[in-house]
């Protein structure tokens, strides 16, 4: 159980993309930020630096023409949120208690008291577990087969070439209509005789002549070379058994994300997924003085730049906070760390005790 106690006034879980945005702009502002992230753990497959560590080229972070490695641009990030002064633990945090301020969190040997909490710990993508799936040098993850169709559906490996795309949901439709922008062919796998997605997707994708669906069917392997990539993929029919290689250059799985949120379960609010619910017009939780920024709260865009982006609104959000100025809320309301709310048409403040106060001028007869 924990044994020591740091005191903070700000800490980040994650550092993806939206943690050292986080970190970079609370260490400018002298706030002395703690950045806590997971070690490094192939069964948990953990990075520090995040999903980016996983992928090869970037294309399509700005600010980098030629494009930049996944680890590349996350090593600068870091080095970047360094050079501020930012603190680095490298931990899981197992559990929080977010019931007051200050926050609690705890690790194996430690507790973490802080007032301000900034959760960037991101979403996994949900994997099928079949051999030739695993990040390169392992199998051919980064080298043809991915989970992020925006991401890596323009490079030049998967142009004009046929593709598999994996899933039945909204994802896999999104991600396979996304691809045939590219692709010379799109092959939907999917392991039922009918599609989860809606319907309105169902039929984008049953109109796209580049898509066509492989129906009660699994992919059991994806096959290939490091030199080549992927070749082909082991299809299996789930009716009658028959299996058969299906020629390929490159596989997306599409069945779905799982944002890192378990440890908030039952305080902080969530969709039915998991993702943690934000203003909208802020990155405040629904608990003050807790943001929640990138992929953890982000089941539309998921991407590095809005991670970053949002990151950079946590940092500003919980900066006004620790300065006693408001920050909207997902209620509409905005509220201070001192606990003052002003209601979300603006024109009352109420005091910590109850008491309500007019936020309007007063009308000036004439
Ligand atoms: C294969 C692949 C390729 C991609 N390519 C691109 C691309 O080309 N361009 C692009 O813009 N986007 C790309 N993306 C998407 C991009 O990586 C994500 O949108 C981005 O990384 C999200 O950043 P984040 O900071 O929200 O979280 P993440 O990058 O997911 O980082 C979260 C961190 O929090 C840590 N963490 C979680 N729980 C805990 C805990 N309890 N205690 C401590 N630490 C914890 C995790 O270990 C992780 O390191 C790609 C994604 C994948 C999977």
């Known amino acids: 159980m924990a044994n020591e106690t740091i005191k903070r006034d700000v800490v980040i879980i994650g550092s993806g993309p939206a943690g050292l945005t986080a970190a970079i702009y609370t260490a400018r502002a002298s706030l002395k930020p703690l950045l806590i992230d997971a070690p490094a753990d192939a069964h948990k497959q953990t990075t520090p630096g995040g999903q980016l560590m996983i992928t090869t080229d970037v294309e399509n972070y700005p600010g980098f023409s030629k494009g930049i490695q996944g680890p590349e641009l996350m090593e600068e990030f870091r080095r970047q949120a360094e050079r501020f002064g930012t603190e680095f633990m490298e931990t899981w945090i197992t559990e929080v208690d977010l019931s007051e301020r200050p926050f609690q969190l705890y690790t194996e040997s430690q507790t973490i008291s802080t007032e301000t909490l900034i959760i960037a710990s991101g979403a996994s993508a949900k994997w099928l577990g079949i051999p030739g799936e695993a990040k390169v040098p392992n199998g051919f993850g980064g080298n043809g087969v991915s989970a992020c169709a925006t991401c890596d559906g323009p490079l030049p490996a998967f142009r004009n070439r046929t593709l598999v795309v994996v899933g039945g949901g909204d994802t896999a439709m999104e991600e396979a209509t996304f691809l045939t922008r590219y692709a010379a062919k799109v092959y939907v796998v999917h392991r039922r005789d009918k599609l989860?997605?809606?319907?309105?997707?169902?039929?984008?994708?049953?109109?796209?002549?580049?898509?066509?669906?492989?129906?009660?069917?699994?992919?059991?392997?994806?096959?290939?070379?490091q030199e080549e990539g992927v070749t082909a993929v082991r299809l299996r029919n789930l009716q009658t058994g028959d299996e058969q290689i299906f020629p390929c250059s490159g596989v997306f799985v599409a069945i779905g994300h799982k944002p890192n949120t378990d440890l908030f379960k039952g305080q902080l609010d969530m969709d039915e997924v998991g993702y943690l619910k934000t203003s909208g017009h802020s990155t405040a939780t629904d608990v003050p003085g807790v943001f929640?920024?990138?992929?953890?709260?982000?089941?539309?865009?998921?991407?590095?730049?809005?991670?970053?982006?949002?990151?950079?609104?946590?940092?500003?959000?919980?900066?006004?906070?620790?300065?006693?100025?408001?920050?909207?809320?997902?209620?509409?309301?905005?509220?201070?760390?001192?606990?003052?709310?002003?209601?979300?048409?603006?024109?009352?403040?109420?005091?910590?005790?109850?008491?309500?106060?007019?936020?309007?001028?007063?009308?000036?007869?004439?």
């Open 292 to 366: 929640a920024a990138g992929d953890v709260q982000d089941s539309v865009y998921r991407q590095a730049i809005t991670a970053a982006g949002t990151g950079c609104m946590a940092a500003i959000d919980a900066e006004r906070f620790l300065d006693h100025l408001p920050v909207a809320m997902p209620s509409g309301e905005e509220i201070t760390d001192e606990g003052e709310h002003v209601t979300a048409d603006h024109k009352a403040i109420i005091t910590p005790d109850g008491h309500m106060i007019p936020n309007q001028e007063p009308q000036v007869e004439i």
């Open 196 to 225: 989860r997605a809606s319907k309105i997707m169902q039929e984008k994708a049953f109109r796209n002549e580049k898509i066509e669906f492989i129906w009660n069917t699994a992919v059991q392997e994806i096959l290939g070379s």
